[in-house]
């Protein structure tokens, strides 16, 4: 073999191993891309169900605590009916900020969270019509002194405990922050 043929053989063996080179740059970035893409992507779902999940808890507490002030209303002789209804206008406001919560988790996920707030959602409305009967009937009787409405409204509230707890554990599951 002559030295001009084996500077070809020779060139051609180069520019093979920098493209093969290259290629394995290549395809390796692209690998790290896609890994950083991945973590990118499963940061900001985390994120978002932080967000949904802590939306979701701060606004059934601020339900809550609206339901018990109106029951403290009602439970006071010197309340009157347009505080009544003031204070109806104000769960009203929390009655639409938790259903908001509750959307955003069924859109921020998993299945699990989703299922878990819509128990919930099941539950605080059932004591939403507790309540909401316990409104209609003390301005019908001019007093909010009903006992029979009163049980009912703490059976709701008891019964929607369980389903919160529950939605917890599926958002701290859905969180990775479970403890065994």
């Known amino acids: 073999m002559d030295a001009s043929v084996a500077g070809v053989v020779g060139a051609a063996i180069g520019v093979l191993g920098a493209v093969a080179g290259g290629w394995v ?3 390796g970035q692209g690998r790290q891309q896609q890994r950083q893409l991945h973590a990118e992507r499963a940061s900001r ?9 802590g939306a979701l808890i701060a606004s059934t507490k601020l339900l809550s605590a609206s339901w ?3 029951s403290d209303l009602a439970w006071d002789e010197q309340s009157t009916p347009e505080q009544w209804r003031a204070s109806f206008a104000e769960l009203h406001e929390a009655w639409v900020q938790f259903s908001t919560a509750v959307a955003a988790v069924a859109v921020a996920g998993p299945v699990a969270a989703a299922e878990a707030a819509e128990e919930l959602r ?3 409305y ?5 309540g ?10 001019g007093h909010g002194q009903l006992p029979e409405y009163a049980e009912r409204f703490k059976e709701a509230w008891q019964a929607k405990r369980a389903p919160d707890r529950a939605f917890q554990h599926a958002a701290r599951q859905a969180l990775g922050t479970e403890e065994p």
Do not use: H, I, K
């Open 45 to 53: 779902r985390e994120d978002a169900r932080r967000e949904a999940y």
């Open 25 to 27: 740059s290549v395809v």
């Open 122 to 124: 099941v539950a605080m």
């Open 132 to 141: 909401m009967d316990w409104f209609s009937a003390a301005l019908r009787e």
């Open 68 to 70: 018990w002030r109106f």
């Open 126 to 130: 059932d004591w939403e019509m507790a």
